[in-house]
């Protein structure tokens, strides 16, 4: 069964930090990994899906990277800003219908 | 504006009292699933459907049913409502099972 870990659970950094986002995976055989967005009291919303083929996959300041071998991504947010605060949740894919498995998360706080 | 949309977004109901939880998504996606977010332990699939007459379980079906008679919409219904059920509750759609994945607001339901 796969488990997903995100490390830290909690990140507070000042306003124009640049900073990673951990996420570690024991099933290696994944398909792809997507990163999630989540406002409180909101659905989440899809960052960026990178293929187990890819190792990098880029969207404005996001920057996900995937190593799948050792069964890690990182998610990297250049120059944060208050409005990046938000829980970032990673999810491996392994292939069928319900084989996505999500992490609890990172819980981001980017202060002024 | 492609959405998923859930109904109702938030209820409050006594043990026993049947529900429906609508869910509906105007993207054409093949595949549509539902998920529990409780704290502490992340996100759980509940069912999922491949297509049109095609479901199946997650990995906490129990207390729950689902219906796919047309490709876009995906209810779920609560038979006879538990405490246990009290969370937040999320549908889900794609293109594919593999693809991007699309969610709704949430519904937070409370049982009584």
């Known amino acids: ?112 | 504006e492609a959405q998923v949309t859930q109904n109702p977004r938030y209820l409050i109901t006594v043990t026993g009292k049947k529900l429906t939880v609508t869910c509906s998504q105007n993207m054409n996606h093949e595949y549509m699933s539902w998920y529990r977010q409780d704290p502490g332990l992340g996100l759980r699939q509940i069912y999922y459907s491949m297509n049109v007459e095609v479901t199946d379980k997650g990995d906490v079906p129990e207390g729950y049913k689902v219906s796919r008679k047309e490709k876009r919409n995906f209810p779920l219904i609560l038979e006879s409502p538990s405490p246990n059920q009290t969370s937040l509750y999320f549908c889900a759609s794609s293109f594919r099972t593999d693809g991007e994945l699309f969610f709704g607001e949430g519904s937070r339901l409370t049982v009584l």
């Open chain 1, 1 to 112: 069964k796969q488990e997903v870990t995100q490390i830290p659970a909690a990140l507070s950094v000042p306003e124009g930090e640049n900073l990673v986002l951990n996420c570690s995976f024991t099933d290696s055989a994944i398909y792809n990994l997507q990163w999630f967005r989540q406002d409180p009291g909101k659905g989440l919303t899809s960052l960026l899906l990178i293929q187990s083929s890819q190792r990098e996959q880029t969207s404005g300041r996001l920057n996900a990277s995937l190593d799948k071998s050792s069964g890690r991504s990182t998610l990297y947010i250049a120059a944060s800003q208050p409005g990046d605060s938000a829980t970032y949740l990673c999810a491996p894919y392994t292939g069928g219908g319900n084989k996505l498995t999500f992490g609890t998360g990172t819980q981001l706080k980017v202060e002024l």
